[in-house]
């Protein structure tokens, strides 16, 4: 991790409006989401958190739960640093069979594991345990810490979960610096023996951090697929850090990859250090994942008011394709967030001669959340402005013909940042895609779902609009509305 520790707040940016449903800390900084666990009708959320202010440093584990990934009640600090160690990014499980012996049979212990990054000089990890015996409320640091001694720079994030095929605890954990995933094996969550290794691959040149492995099924076929998912420091598409994934098949001891090259996950700079929910019940049998909305090239720069640092919406992962075809992963919002959304307006069949302001004035929140479907007719080019303000404004061009999607940020706001202002790009998209969006306003968060999910892009930007604007231009012709909708919360 080398963040600079020293950035102070930039005094000269105005604080940006807080979103309603991207996660932040009540106060002070914060960047990965950690230990996310479904315990007892609740989701669990602990994240990477300095609680003394908003620039890295301190790293602690906040946390908050929620009982439907869109509103969070805070909760006291979970696992502080202390005199040896800054407690990095890691993982939670419940031991319910007590494997540990650091609980009992009538109170199995939660059980967190994470990186202890060495205070100080020698900038050596190691991994550490921390138990709950109260669900997580509060916890403690085992005594013989650290339970795996780092014999390599670099070890860190460590994601544990259970097993079926092997009958034990597994560890998926990044040797950052070389560039390599660990697996490892437990029976009691203390003694770890190491597996196998994977790496390098894929893009391989910034520090790798906070693996994860997640289990999809294809409902068509009841066909399995493992993903690996890995965050990479720097080198995403448009330039910073990034999440990088690829499908393969796990035994519960080595990940064998399908041959496919590893794909980034989001087509934005601001999606880092994600991780998946642990336990999520059998009956509903989703994957869902969030993630620090930040690069980290700018992430200790950025404008702040209190707080300084957000989480994505919370987001579904399913396989699309099929076993003959070849998979991807695609991803949409949460379905809680349909449930807690209001309509504010919705018109259908409708036709944009020059351009439409799809949310009107008067929401009356910074969050919006717009669905549209646009019969192009012969135009092969559609622009949107996001979040007009004064001389800030967003554009996004869709070039249907070439399957291109340009979000511009070089106006978004008075964030003067080189690796901010720019244009984000990806090609290679759908014109189908392209006109059937899903735009999630909120506050300075940008997320862009495809309909279908085969793409999102996650981006920043800090006009500054208390209500989020979007409009339409049809510049090169009539265009046609078939639907669009706007919610609010
Ligand atoms: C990723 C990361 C992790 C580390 C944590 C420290 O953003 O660098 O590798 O554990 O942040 O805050």
Request: charged fraction near 20%; include cysteine; proline fraction near 6%.
């Amino acid at each position: 991790m080398t963040l600079a520790t020293t950035v102070k707040n930039d005094v000269a940016f105005p604080a940006p409006i807080r979103p309603v449903v991207h996660f932040t800390a009540p106060a002070n900084w914060i960047n990965d989401p950690n230990g996310l666990i479904y315990l007892d009708g609740q989701y669990h959320l602990f994240y990477q958190h300095n609680p003394h202010s908003i620039d890295w440093g301190h790293m602690s584990w906040g946390h908050a739960t929620s009982r439907d990934l869109i509103r969070w009640e805070h909760k006291p600090l979970a696992i502080p640093e202390d005199d040896v160690f800054l407690s990095f990014s890691g993982s939670i499980v419940l031991d319910e069979k007590n494997t540990s012996g650091l609980g009992s049979a009538d109170c199995p212990p939660l059980i967190a594991l994470y990186t202890g990054a060495r205070q100080g000089d020698i900038p050596d990890q190691h991994q550490c345990l921390a138990y709950s015996l109260d669900r997580g409320v509060s916890w403690t640091k085992y005594q013989d810490n650290p339970v795996i001694t780092a014999i390599r720079r670099g070890m860190r994030d460590p994601r544990v979960f259970w097993s079926q095929d092997a009958n034990c605890w597994v560890m998926v954990v990044a040797y950052a610096d070389d560039f390599e995933i660990a697996f490892l094996q437990s029976d009691n969550l203390l003694d770890w023996r190491e597996v196998s290794r994977l790496g390098p691959m894929g893009y391989a040149f910034h520090e790798w951090e906070c693996p994860d492995l997640v289990r999809l099924t294809d409902p068509a076929s009841g066909v399995v697929r493992w993903v690996l998912l890995i965050s990479v420091a720097e080198g995403a598409p448009n330039g910073g850090s990034g999440v990088q994934y690829i499908l393969g098949t796990f035994d519960g001891g080595t990940f064998t990859p399908d041959g496919s090259s590893p794909r980034w996950i989001d087509l934005g700079p601001d999606f880092y250090a994600s991780q998946t929910w642990g336990d999520i019940p059998d009956e509903d049998g989703r994957a869902i994942i969030t993630a620090w909305m930040s690069d980290r090239r700018y992430a200790a720069h950025m404008p702040a008011g209190r707080w300084r640092g957000c989480h994505t919406l919370p987001r579904e992962l399913f396989l699309i394709g099929s076993v003959a075809e070849g998979f991807s992963v695609g991803q949409r919002p949460v379905k809680e967030l349909t449930v807690a959304r209001t309509l504010v307006e919705r018109q259908d069949d409708f036709h944009v001669t020059s351009n439409i302001a799809l949310i009107k004035p008067g929401l009356g929140s910074p969050f919006a959340d717009v669905t549209i479907s646009v019969d192009a007719g012969k135009t092969d080019r559609l622009m949107y402005e996001i979040n007009r303000s004064g001389d800030f404004v967003t554009t996004l061009k869709l070039d249907l013909e070439a399957g291109i999607i340009a979000l511009d940020r070089r106006r978004s706001g008075p964030f003067n940042n080189s690796d901010f202002r720019q244009v984000i790009s990806a090609d290679g998209l759908s014109p189908v895609d392209l006109c059937n969006l899903r735009f999630i306003l909120d506050g300075p968060n940008l997320e862009i779902f495809a309909q279908s999910g085969h793409f999102v892009l996650s981006a920043l930007l800090f006009s500054e609009t208390s209500e989020p604007n979007l409009t339409l231009y049809a510049d090169d012709g009539t265009v046609r509305i078939s639907s669009d909708s706007v919610h609010n919360i």
